[in-house]
């Protein structure tokens, strides 16, 4: 029913920079928060950012200063922008959103696929 497709992961050196998208399809009445979560291996999925629809947003300690998150409502899409990357930032990231699919419809949660970021020399 709803679809959420990441983009922009890769490899990127120490202090470098990437962004991520997270393009959101399928039967959607409306979407309420968007976020991004990260797991490492052997870690468990964490937090990163979120945002709410009205734009308000909350971030990790560990990324605050370092990454924004924004979204385009029109567009469905929730982007974050990584600066000043370090290697513990290694992870998959993935893409929430809650979703609206018809007026009626409670708010459910729908995860992207995970997109890989490599902090390495």
């Known amino acids: 029913q709803v679809q959420l497709v990441e983009s922009g992961g890769g490899l990127v050196q120490p202090g470098g920079s990437l962004r991520l998208s997270c393009a959101a399809s399928g039967s959607i009445f409306s979407i309420y928060a968007m976020g991004w979560y990260r797991q490492a291996p052997g870690n468990q999925r964490e937090l990163v950012a979120t945002?709410?629809?009205?734009?308000?947003?909350n971030y990790a300690d560990s990324v605050k200063g370092r990454f924004t998150i924004s979204r385009d409502n029109a567009k469905n899409t929730v982007y974050l922008q990584m600066n000043s990357l370090k290697p513990e930032d290694t992870a998959v990231y993935y893409c929430?959103?809650?979703?609206?699919?018809?007026?009626?419809?409670?708010?459910?949660?729908?995860w992207g696929q995970g997109t890989q970021v490599t902090v390495s020399s």
């Open positions: 945002t709410s629809r009205s734009g308000n947003t």
């Open positions: 929430l959103a809650g979703v609206e699919t018809t007026a009626w419809a409670d708010v459910q949660n729908y």
